[in-house]
């Protein structure tokens, strides 16, 4: 399977964007996914996660309230949406897929597939 996140970009405090993390190779549906962050010189953060069984969504404290995370099957697609942004979500984000136990799914090691990472850069 092959990911691709875009959607990234330069925007200001308060403002929303949409990441996307398109498949090709396989059917993102059956795999749970997972959108990481990571901030030059600091370790991979779990930002939020849609499990393949039963499509249960997890977020992390700093996420909850303010992003969403969702499939489109029709478009093999899994999508990260973020309102509110503030200076301290600036990061390279990258989707990941895999098929982690659920106390696993926040920990970016059991993911075996991961797309190349979109750059999100929030300015106050």
């Known amino acids: 399977v092959q990911l691709q996140a875009s959607g990234g970009g330069l925007v200001q405090a308060g403002a929303s964007l949409r990441l996307s993390c398109a498949a090709s190779?396989?059917?993102?549906?059956?795999?749970?996914v997972a959108w990481f962050r990571q901030v030059p010189g600091k370790e991979r953060e779990f930002v939020a996660v849609?499990?393949?069984?039963?499509?249960?969504?997890y977020y992390s404290d700093s996420a909850r309230g303010r992003c969403t995370i969702s499939r489109d099957i029709a478009k093999n697609t899994v999508y990260l949406q973020m309102n509110s942004l503030k200076p301290e979500d600036t990061a390279v984000y990258s989707c990941?897929?895999?098929?982690?136990?659920?106390?696993?799914?926040?920990?970016?090691?059991?993911?075996?597939?991961w797309g190349q990472g979109t750059e999100v850069t929030v300015s106050s």
């Open positions: 990941a897929a895999g098929r982690p136990i659920l106390s696993a799914i926040t920990n970016s090691d059991v993911y075996y597939y």
């Open positions: 849609v499990t393949v069984s039963g499509g249960r969504t």
């Open positions: 190779g396989g059917t993102l549906s059956t795999y749970t």
